[in-house]
């Protein structure tokens, strides 16, 4: 009797303690797989936070960096002792944007008003190769005041202020865009005063230049330039310089987003023994 007692009693106990093992292991299972639900909310959470993050900064990617390269030509020649003509010709090439123009000019006039100022009226006419697109034509009357700042270096320090109109035809229709530009900058030689401007001397030259869209009131560009000239005669002259532009949305006109390069080239024809001695630009 007392063997089937504690038969009985092992018996029982190995049911309990079977029964212990087996909640363990349920434990051990909804254990794991709460861990595994969970690792997986958290992978998820994860994955929605870098899709939105890419996102995001695929949205503030800075936008792309265009080049164009232009080569200009500007003849000057005065008609009176007040009044000085000059010509605006050029090609630019540009092949991230798919276009190539030509520029040309009826022939503008600078009017010396006073040795510290001039006006400036003249017209722009450019025809434009779109190879994407139709191609367009544009005309671009400017009218401008440019005042200098006298200084016995022979240093050209000068604000150049003008308006213009850029009419352009495309595709059988017409868009108008008045803009507003103000150029600060100076024309330094890089040789002594007594041998400034003279042949065979070099100079430097730099200017900032923001460009107001007036019918959508904002900063539309905003242009710094750089260069260097090299003086060859009395009727010649070369630069070259480089132009950083930055423009962008009305309420951040400030990503860089083009470079131009350029060649300019300048020639100066005499009236009576006299040439104009500064530097007429109508661009």
Known sequence: MKEKITRSIENCGACVTGQIRLLRLRQALMTSTVAVITH?????????????TTYAVAQNDPPAITNEYRVTQITAKPVSDKVVL???????????K??????SSVP??????????EVLLGMVI?????????DSWEFRPVAGVKFYIPNEKKWAIYNFTRFEYRLIIQDDKAQKIPRFRNRIGFEAPLTSTEKAWTPKTFYVLADVEPIFRLDTKRLQVLRLRGGLGYVFNRNWRAEIIYHHETSGTATFPFDHTGNIFRLNLKLSLPRKGWRYPKSPDVD
């Open 108 to 117: 503008n006039m600078i009017y010396l008003a006073k040795p510290w100022m």
């Open 98 to 103: 798919h276009f190539s123009s030509y520029y």
């Open 126 to 134: 450019v025809y434009t190769d779109n190879r994407r697109s139709n």
């Open 40 to 52: 997986r909310k958290i992978g998820f959470v994860i994955a929605s936070l870098l899709i939105v």
């Open 86 to 96: 000059f010509t605006y010709s050029g090609y630019t090439n540009s092949p991230e």
